[in-house]
């Protein structure tokens, strides 16, 4: 194995490490998005930033699940912004 296969498997390994660690945080935002939903949370901001947290996971296949029941909620609230997070999902499966 030469230095550059070695550097490739160090990356390798810090992804997979990273993304266990993303993984491992799931149930807390669940928590955090369940309990959004249960108590109809209003705050537009709020909402937001937690789909702004779940987006960017979904980078990594990671939160996508959590994302779509968060965005399904939020478009009974606003459903012009629930159409631009739509967008952006839509974006980013492509």
Excluded at 20 to 48: D, F, G
Excluded at 84 to 91: A, M
């Amino acid at each position: 194995m030469n230095d550059s296969d070695a550097n490739l498997n160090q990356i390798r390994e810090t992804i997979q490490t990273f993304q266990k660690s993303l993984q491992s945080r799931l149930p807390a935002l669940e928590s955090e998005i369940n309990a959004i939903i249960t108590n109809k949370e209003q705050n537009k901001k709020n909402i937001e930033y937690s789909l702004d947290v779940l987006i960017s996971l979904t980078d990594m296949s990671i939160g996508n699940e959590l994302f779509i029941k968060l965005l399904d909620n939020y478009k009974t609230i606003d459903a012009e912004r629930a159409s631009f997070y739509w967008e952006e999902y839509d974006k980013k499966e492509e």
